[in-house]
């Protein structure tokens, strides 16, 4: 993939200078919290899921660079209402599709931190950033 | 005090001898601006590391064939001339390692852990040292129960000296500090903080590896009793370092390896070291790399170091003139270069310093982010991470004047 400006595209920038989701959830059921060591980019997540096994909503915080903070409010406007099932079989595939932009290998982790956390956040072990 | 004269080195000279530079990144010119990373290397260290595996490669020292002769009479050569360029009495007080990393684990270890540090003896440090100059003195505080204490740095990027003088008691035994910050390129007054150290009996260690590539460093007018630096930073290969000790602490000093090479005899369960400096090199050396830092310090020797430092003074004083003129771009660390290396961290608002890297990537220049592996010294700023630009001798105007389109390329994206 070309490394261009096309890293930093309208929706991206968009969604980095007005993220979507972002804040404190109260009453989250569950939550999750992990950096990339390397940029010190963080996302945290925080999910409430309901009584039907959905997510009903979700919200982050977070510190760090365009893609990782721009990729977690994605993700976000991506989980909201998802039936928990699907939201755990969520890809980096599906991920790196919505943010739709070429990405060097040190910024892949950027991107995929915050799918990183929701599966840390569900309980789940799938280690998505290499 | 008036300005040092201009100095500015042949640039598109020495440039013609580093083989990288001469190469695109997607269509752009390189403006390689992180050297305080690693610094690229000439052709004359290049072909020294395949010379001596195409032409004399045998192990050293142990050899009684002619290859092994000229093997380590060039390792050997390599050993004098790093002595020579940092002013050491004698060849026996450089030890090769592979890296900074390495020479200081070695002092904290070979001197702190299994030497002289008792429970309750102070190790003093500084807030803006590399880990590499943190944790390994953790190490000792764990094992031996020392007690760490730190000089903390004022908004200007200088060490509190004040402060210092209260740290400094009777227990106190080591104090360690960088000759040149990563971070903020601060030169700190290491001949005063050593005299100081040595009033309470203490020893000084010090950290070269941003000093040693940019400027002249002599160890007897330092009075350090131990210094370290890396020859990847400093036009050698990787793999590669150096630690300076006085003679005597030298003999002091346990080795961090056993093997072949440091031990005079063997017995099963027992061992007679071998003489400093070969007591710390066990095993294989890295024979490639110390010849080819051996031509390096050739490389750098025959420009002068004191031109090397006025031609990285007259860049970053023109870059930090140029970078003040920016809206909503901070740099940090002193102001004046006659206090600071060509070491520049900086931040612009609203852009992230992954984002700028990635930016001035697209424009070929590279520079470095993140926190620089001073996590103690960006919590002091505040500051989750910076980007970096570092200055050497290919370095020019162009260069400064190419980082500063750059930037202005950042803020018409975040704009
Ligand atoms: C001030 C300082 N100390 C120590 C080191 C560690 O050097 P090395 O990684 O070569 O061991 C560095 C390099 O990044 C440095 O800048």
């Known amino acids: 993939m070309s490394i261009s400006y096309d890293m930093y595209q309208e929706q991206i920038l968009d969604h980095y200078k007005h993220p979507r989701n972002k804040g404190l959830l109260a009453g989250a059921t569950k939550n999750a919290r992990d950096s990339n060591p390397l940029c010190g980019d963080e996302v945290v997540l925080h999910v409430k899921v309901d009584g039907s096994d959905r997510i009903a909503e979700v919200k982050f915080e977070g510190q760090g660079c365009a893609i990782s903070q721009a990729s977690a409010s994605m993700l976000t406007t991506m989980v909201k209402g998802m039936p928990l099932s699907d939201a755990e079989g969520l890809g980096r595939d599906a991920v790196l599709k919505q943010l739709g932009i070429p990405l060097s290998a040190v910024r892949l982790k950027c991107a995929l931190l915050s799918l990183h956390v929701l599966k840390l956040a569900l309980g789940q072990k799938a280690d998505v950033a290499t | ?415």
């Open chain 2, 1 to 415: 005090m008036a300005k040092p004269a201009k100095v500015m080195l042949n640039v598109p000279a020495i440039k013609a001898d580093f083989p990288i530079l001469q190469r695109t990144i997607r269509d752009k010119r390189l403006v390689y601006l992180d050297s305080a990373a690693t610094s690229q290397k000439p052709k004359q260290v290049i072909d020294a590391t395949s010379d001596f595996y195409s032409r004399y490669n045998a192990n050293v020292h142990r050899a009684i064939y002619e290859l092994g002769e000229e093997s380590t009479r060039e390792y050997e050569g390599a050993r004098e001339k790093i002595a020579a360029f940092i002013q050491a009495k004698s060849p026996t007080e450089i030890a090769f390692t592979k890296s900074t990393t390495e020479s200081l684990n070695l002092v904290a270890y070979g001197y702190g852990l299994k030497g002289k540090i008792q429970k309750g003896d102070e190790i003093v440090g500084t807030v803006m040292e590399h880990h590499s100059n943190h944790v390994p003195w953790h190490f000792v505080k764990d094992h031996k129960g020392a007690v760490l204490k730190y000089v903390d740095v004022k908004d200007d990027g200088t060490l509190r000296m004040e402060q210092y003088d209260d740290l400094l008691t009777d227990r106190t035994k080591i104090v360690t500090v960088s000759l040149c910050s990563n971070v903020l390129g601060t030169i700190n007054p290491v001949k005063e903080i050593a005299k100081r150290a040595h009033e309470v009996g203490a020893i000084c260690v010090v950290d070269a590896a941003q000093a040693a590539p940019h400027m002249p460093i002599d160890v007897q007018d330092l009075d350090a009793d131990f210094l370290a630096f890396s020859g990847h930073k400093m036009l050698g290969p990787t793999g590669i370092g150096v630690l300076y000790g006085k003679q005597e602490l030298f003999e002091a000093t346990e080795p961090l390896l056993g093997g072949g090479e440091m031990i005079r005899e063997v017995h099963l369960g027992s061992a007679k070291w071998n003489d400093v400096p070969y007591k710390f090199e066990g095993g294989t050396p890295n024979i490639a790399g110390a010849i080819g830092l051996g031509v390096a310090v050739d490389y750098l020797t025959k420009i002068g170091m004191e031109a090397v430092r006025g031609h990285e003074m007259e860049i970053t004083e023109y870059a930090l003139e140029k970078l003040a003129r920016l809206k909503g771009v901070q740099t940090y660390g002193p102001k004046d270069v006659k206090k600071r290396a060509g070491v520049v961290s900086f931040t612009i608002d609203g852009a992230h310093p992954h984002d700028i890297a990635s930016i001035l990537d697209v424009e070929g220049i590279c520079v470095r982010s993140g926190h620089h592996c001073a996590q103690p010294l960006m919590e002091r700023f505040n500051l989750p991470a910076t980007a970096r630009a570092s200055f050497y001798i290919y370095n020019d105007m162009d260069d400064a004047d190419a980082l500063v389109a750059g930037i202005k390329k950042v803020q018409e994206v975040f704009a």
